[in-house]
């Protein structure tokens, strides 16, 4: 069934009303799959943990994205620096976003007639500092036509999402971490709600990439979740990372932001909760240039109620759950990723994949994220000249992932079978450029391509 077109060449969907606990809703039919756009999970104040949302009033319209939350590329992309200047290129090109404060909401990927389908829940990457949940690769078309929901979740990022002060554990009991209990609401408000939608409230997959893989990873760490979900799947993430990017008891960071406070010269954190947007922003710019590890003060933090303790020592116990992974031949330190990717996967019996398919179109090779399009079957949704081998990898990694979702097995008929992770050298699936079949991760390319290749340029 093709989508109608109108006279100006654009889509036009037809809308569809569904009954939810918390009320109507309007979404839109796009010829394959029901959607529904910008639905509301919760509602929160500026620094201040989010509320659930449970009902509202007359017929809500979800048939365009919500805002997205404010963030620091929103007015400063950078464009002047290759990376931003290529991701931009790469996912957000051409789109025109939204933000605003009231952005915790799902979009939300249906298959017609679906009844106790198994359901997705995605959180997007961005390095905790940015990252929208209807970017370019962000569609659950492909995986509806397996069967399967899929919902991409906003959360809080940046200062927004991560700002820790002695105030808000005095008034909370915690610290820090909003964007992180975003994505567990986001979380709840599906298992409370997902039935209406046709989905089960037991087969829940997490599944995120880069620092959205890193939060599942984190809460896949807190036992106080145990039967929230039921799988997970980290892309570019997963393992313990490096000592100096491991999340800081919460105290400890409450100086810097107690140097934030100084720098943006407003009357405390009070002054933070009313300050314009543009001014906090100009702030994390003006930090940069003053310490050179503000970025590892937007992340989360050991708080004592999400991260309970220091990652070193939880992930000697992460919850027991059906894990795949995977990281690509030009990964964010390639090898690191892979090392740490593997000893993880092994321990914890998971499905990991090797993703070394050269995207076309310039030399940056399988980059950092460049497998979420062929994971969503979203490469037409690009501006690379993708061949049949990449459409080839693309239907299988749909099929296996869609597969996992529903039984936490990705093997099905056609598919190269996939074993899980085993063995001093682990084997995993290779996703090469001529075939997919159970290999090695090449951590000598994973080495020549970090040294020779580093971040993608434009």
């Known amino acids: 069934m093709s989508d109608p077109i109108d006279g100006k060449g654009e889509m036009r969907m037809k809308e569809l009303l569904l009954k939810t606990d918390c009320g109507m809703l309007k979404g839109c039919d796009n010829g394959s799959c029901s959607v529904f756009y910008g639905v509301p999970f919760a509602k929160a104040e500026r620094f201040a943990y989010a509320v659930p949302a449970k009902t509202w009033d007359g017929v809500l319209d979800a048939t365009k994205p919500g805002p997205a939350c404010p963030q620091n590329r929103a007015l400063h992309e950078h464009f002047e620096h290759p990376t931003r200047r290529f991701y931009h290129k790469e996912f957000r090109e051409g789109q025109v976003f939204a933000y605003g404060e009231d952005c915790l909401n799902l979009n939300l990927f249906v298959p017609k007639n679906a009844k106790d389908a198994p359901v997705i829940v995605f959180f997007y990457g961005g390095g905790f500092d940015s990252g929208i949940n209807w970017e370019s690769p962000f569609d659950g078309t492909a995986l509806a036509a397996h069967g399967v929901i899929t919902v991409f979740a906003n959360y809080r990022v940046g200062l927004l999402g991560y700002l820790t002060h002695e105030q808000i554990r005095k008034a909370t009991g915690r610290d820090g971490n909003f964007g992180l209990d975003d994505q567990l609401c986001a979380i709840k408000w599906v298992k409370a709600h997902i039935r209406a939608f046709g989905g089960d409230p037991d087969n829940i997959t997490l599944m995120g990439q880069s620092a959205g893989a890193i939060s599942i990873q984190y809460l896949c760490l807190n036992h106080d979740l145990e039967g929230l979900f039921r799988r997970a799947i980290m892309m570019s993430g997963a393992g313990l990372f490096p000592k100096f990017s491991l999340p800081k008891p919460a105290a400890d960071t409450h100086a810097y932001w107690e140097q934030f406070i100084e720098v943006a010269g407003v009357d405390g954190f009070e002054g933070l909760k009313t300050a314009p947007l543009d001014l906090l922003f100009d702030t994390v710019e ?138 001093l050298r682990t084997r995993v699936l290779h996703i090469a450029a001529d075939q997919t079949g159970m290999g090695h991760a090449h951590y000598c390319t994973m080495l020549k391509n970090m040294l020779t290749k580093g971040d993608p340029k434009a």
């Open 286 to 423: 003006k930090m940069k240039e003053i310490r050179n590890d503000a970025i590892y003060y937007t992340m989360p933090v050991v708080d004592g109620v999400l991260l309970k303790d220091g990652v070193d020592k939880l992930i000697q116990s992460p919850l027991a759950l059906d894990y795949l992974l995977g990281y690509t031949n030009n990964d964010m330190f390639a090898p690191v990723m892979a090392y740490i990717g593997n000893r993880f996967g092994r321990a914890n019996g998971a499905y990991i994949y090797y993703f070394d398919i050269n995207s076309p179109g310039d030399d940056n090779r399988a980059f950092h994220s460049c497998d979420l399009r062929y994971a969503f079957g979203t490469l037409n949704n690009g501006w690379r000249p993708y061949g049949a081998r990449d459409r080839e990898a693309s239907e299988q990694l749909v099929s296996y992932l869609a597969n996992f979702a529903a039984s936490g097995d990705p093997n099905g008929a056609a598919l190269p079978v996939w074993k899980k992770a085993g063995g």
